[in-house]
């Protein structure tokens, strides 16, 4: 097998500039050869019928002028040679080789190549007849013709054109020499000419040939390295939703008992100190849940999974709502007033709970960081869109910080995490929400002269009517009133959340029954007659999705029951999940009880219960009327465990 005519020597042709804009080793020479010998070979077809067609013409002209002996044998050479190649072809096109073996195909093609050189160069020596000036006509027009197709079928293989070309021309060349006619010698000159400049294009287009191929397969290796990266992200994202769920489900499930049972302490009457220490409890409970929400949050933001509802809504019902959280929260120095355009819509189309967690932050941010004066909340509508403000007389933020202050975990400065607390990812978030509903953000701020902070949102009709704007859980001071009572069934494994569920029903008013798992519950709800389901989703046995399930398939006066999820999972795909299985509401845990109370409503469509605020409520007529405070002395057990989470919460205030 004849060596490699290109391969060794054309890796030179690629010099260190084009190694940079090709990728340097990524397009290897290997993959580059392979192309060289792949494309030469989709041209041999054209080849074979080529000289096929240009020796039919030879023997035509030749034929009675040079030895028939001499015509047939070079005829039977060539088409010999042509066979061979033809066969060659055939074979490759039918076992398309493995890189592995493209070398012995390369070394088979270019000995085919050069013999039909050899040939042609013998009908230039033997067809050249010195008295018949028409054979050297043909012959040099049939051999110029043959080097000059070569350039197109080799054009990936220049070293082999060169070896062909010299083969064909060569003994042409020395020919008309041997004449000794100045016209030949100039002939001479100008085919050595022509050969010349054949072998330069020849190289020149294999360059760019090269450089061509070497930037698709640098390409091809990115787009596939950019996709197995983009496969590798994607499942370390999903890993980390995955995670940050689980941790969710996990935190969220013990913080349901620490909550009941704060909710259960403040409803025994206790003494106005441990009273206050138990709310204390609550609090940072309810803080400690803001901040497992945001780092979902900012991971599904991050993860492009957070989705957006689209829903009716009464918007000045909801500006209204947020406001009450806060009017009578904030310090007596500080007052809080908010304006509404005349023009702002009453009812509009959107995501109600996304824009009340954007206004809830930043109203927040500016009681928080205003000590004395007004805090401004506007809402308007200019022209097809809305526009929320909210501006304070507070700190204000300095200019160096505002290009950041938008970003991850970032505060305007390193003291205020530990004066003010947070994580930083409120704006963050903020910022992400409102680009995710098609709307824009921005702050203008001036160090001790206060903030405004402002959004956009595009303003997009209600399709119907709208009730008033009711928000649910977030640690609600409203109390809930039973109007109508139930008899519930309730699925639940973990005991400490039966105990907290049942004295939340026992609170409510209403009676129930308890199951340990989705089995039992199917089985309860066959036999008994109840009016609603609270349904635990992660249970042994029969999870609570899959025994919503088989609910939904009984008999017409049992699969209409209205069932709310109990679920520690808190994202909005694990939400539609269990609503696409039957479940007609969601509440999460840890339990609240306006929420749950909310849910309870919202399953059976009639309005179970009522709220109002805690200090709406009606006044006792008659101070002996009130139930016996335990003495706190009295209660060792209460008394150290208060003195406790007292402790920690001093050291936590002073780390």
């Not at 016209?183 to 050969?195: D, I, K, N, Q, R």
């Not at 595009?458 to 009711?470: H, M, N, Q, R, W």
């Not at 899959?546 to 679920?567: E, P």
Request: with cysteine; glycine share 8%.
């Amino acid at each position: 097998m004849l060596p490699d005519p290109d391969f060794n020597t054309d890796s030179k042709l690629l010099s260190e500039n084009d190694r940079e804009l090709t990728g340097g080793e990524n397009a290897s020479e290997e993959a580059l050869f392979e192309f060289q010998v792949r494309t030469a070979f989709s041209n041999l077809l054209p080849v074979v019928v080529g000289n096929i067609v240009n020796a039919a013409i030879i023997v035509a002209v030749m034929y009675g002028h040079v030895s028939d002996t001499l015509v047939l044998s070079w005829v039977a050479a060539l088409l010999v040679t042509v066979g061979a190649r033809a066969v060659l072809f055939n074979r490759f096109q039918n076992n398309q080789p493995h890189t592995r073996t493209i070398r012995s195909w390369a070394g088979l093609y270019a000995a085919g190549t050069v013999a039909s050189g050899v040939i042609w160069g013998l009908a230039g020596w033997v067809f050249v007849v010195p008295d018949l000036p028409h054979t050297q006509l043909v012959t040099t027009i049939i051999i110029a013709g043959m080097v000059a197709g070569a350039l197109s079928t080799l054009r990936t293989m220049p070293h082999l054109f060169v070896a062909f070309a010299v083969s064909a021309v060569l003994p042409l060349i020395v020919r008309f020499l041997l004449f000794q006619h100045v016209e030949y010698v100039l002939l001479c000159g100008a085919f050595s000419l022509f050969l010349l400049l054949m072998s330069m294009q020849a190289f020149t287009i294999s360059r760019q040939l090269r450089l061509s191929e070497a930037r698709r397969i640098t390409n091809l290796a990115l787009v596939e390295n950019l996709h197995a990266a983009k496969i590798s992200a994607e499942a370390a994202n999903e890993a980390k939703s995955t995670f940050l769920a689980t941790m969710s489900h996990e935190i969220r499930t013990p913080m349901t008992g620490v909550m009941g049972f704060a909710d259960g302490l403040l409803d025994d009457g206790l003494p106005a100190a441990s009273k206050a220490k138990v709310e204390r409890i609550k609090e940072s409970t309810q803080a400690l849940l803001q901040i497992i929400n945001e780092v979902l949050d900012i991971s599904k933001l991050e993860a492009g999974k957070m989705e957006i509802e689209n829903l009716d809504f009464n918007l000045p019902s909801l500006l209204e709502n947020v406001m009450s959280l806060f009017q009578g929260g904030a310090q007596n120095t500080v007052s809080i007033e908010m304006e509404l355009d005349d023009r702002l819509p009453a009812a509009i189309h959107g995501d109600p709970s996304r824009l009340r967690q954007v206004l809830l932050n930043l109203v927040g941010n500016a009681v928080k960081f205003t000590k004395e004066g007004q805090i401004r909340v506007l809402a308007e509508r200019d022209r097809e869109a809305l526009r929320f403000s909210v501006t304070d007389t507070g700190i204000g933020i300095g200019a160096e910080t505002l290009p950041k202050l938008f970003s991850d975990f970032t505060q305007a400065d390193s003291s205020i995490s530990r004066e003010f607390e947070g994580t930083g990812l409120g704006l963050a978030i903020c910022k992400r929400l409102i680009e995710l509903m098609g709307g824009e953000v921005g702050v203008e701020s001036e160090l001790g002269a206060g903030s405004t902070f402002w959004f956009t949102l595009p303003y997009v009709p209600a399709k119907s009517d709208t009730i008033e704007f009711e928000a649910s859980g977030g640690g609600s001071t409203q109390e809930v009133l039973m109007v109508q009572p139930l008899h519930i069934l309730v699925a639940e494994d973990n005991e400490i959340n039966r105990m907290i569920i049942a004295e939340t029903l026992h609170a409510f008013g209403h009676s129930f029954e308890m199951v340990n798992d989705g089995e039992e519950a199917v089985e309860a709800h066959t036999k008994g007659d109840y009016d609603l389901i609270l349904m635990d989703i992660r249970m042994p046995k029969v999870s609570g999705p899959d025994a919503t399930r088989i609910i939904r398939r009984m008999g017409a006066d049992k699969k209409t029951i209205s069932i709310v999820a109990l679920t520690a999972d808190a994202m909005v795909e694990h939400r539609k999940r269990y609503i696409e299985a039957g479940m007609n509401a969601v509440a999460t845990k840890p339990i609240d009880r306006v929420e749950l109370a909310m849910a309870i409503n919202d399953a059976t469509g009639q309005k179970i219960h009522t709220f109002q605020d805690a200090k709406d409520g009606p006044p006792s007529s008659d101070p002996s009327d009130k139930p016996d405070e335990p003495d706190q002395a009295d209660n060792p057990a209460i008394n150290d465990f208060l003195a406790e989470i007292e402790s920690l919460s001093d050291q936590g205030e002073h780390r």
